[in-house]
């Protein structure tokens, strides 16, 4: 049986990734900042392994015994120097560390802001990084992966998966906390119903990595991990009727974000857990029956 170390993973992401690939067959050590995290990670029947992003000096003890590594941890805060610290140097770090242990495969979790805020449209794996993008998030999330190519061309096996709009019904921003935000304030007036935007379920990214890890064809390579492209007056407008909210369009042009994608699916025979419609239904049931979700 394998053993995969999983940063974030008490966060929405890391959580269900970690999950899922030991439902898959892995054991799964969980990297832990504090006792809180570590009973966590216990009682989901993980091995926490103590070790601080920001204490790069922790991480090489975290990584023995380790066969592969899926790094799903990030900092989004407020501005600072943990973007760099965090993001990039802590990557690089991780990598490099995973490098000298023997560390068969590298799985990144990036994002699909990689190519910048707004995300242009029609971008796919091979679209120029936003390394130089003002929002620090979209710039140290591009600059990791720089930093990560070039720890596997001195032989690190390296995937990348770049998420969209991750959702779920269970904890999740852009899912049944959205909900709540629109019942209790109404229509979010960043979006427009208008908007196209990539999305993913955190079920589906969590089979993504757990096909990079396994799939003969994934290392070295980038994959957008999207499973739809979908317009916001798709996603978010049935919850809205639900909760008898009117759709408000903010005064600016509809942002169009469109992935071209098909490369995890024809690489590594990807094929999504949850759809779109049941997303949408499970989230407007959600909105009808806040105490008794389906």
Known sequence: MSTVLVTGVSGHVGGHLARHLANGGFTVHALVRTDE????AHRQGWNAVR???????????????????????????????????????????????????????????STMSVYGDPIPAEVDENSA????????????????????MKVRSRGLPVAILRPGMITHWVRSQWGDE???RIRAKGWPGFLHPGDVMPWVHTENLAEMAWLCLTHPAAPNEAFIAVDRNVAIQDFYGPVAVALGQPIVAPDR?????LARLGKIGATL??????????????????ARNPANPR
């Open 253 to 257: 042009a509809p942002s169009i974000s």
């Open 37 to 40: 995290q570590a009973l966590y």
């Open 269 to 286: 025979a990807y094929r999504p857990r949850f759809t779109f419609e049941e997303t949408v239904s499970r989230l407007v049931d959600l």
């Open 129 to 148: 990084l936003a390394t130089h993008d003002p929002e620090p998030y979209c710039a140290t999330k591009a600059l990791a992966e720089v930093e990560l």
């Open 51 to 109: 070790g601080d992003l920001t204490d790069v000096e922790s991480l090489s003890p975290a990584l023995e015994g380790v066969d592969f590594v899926v790094h799903s941890a990030a900092y989004l805060g407020k501005p600072g120097p943990l973007y760099q610290s965090v993001n990039v140097d802590a990557t690089r770090e991780l990598a490099e560390r995973a490098l000298r242990a023997g560390v068969q495969r590298f799985v990144q979790i």
């Open 178 to 180: 959205m909900v709540e």
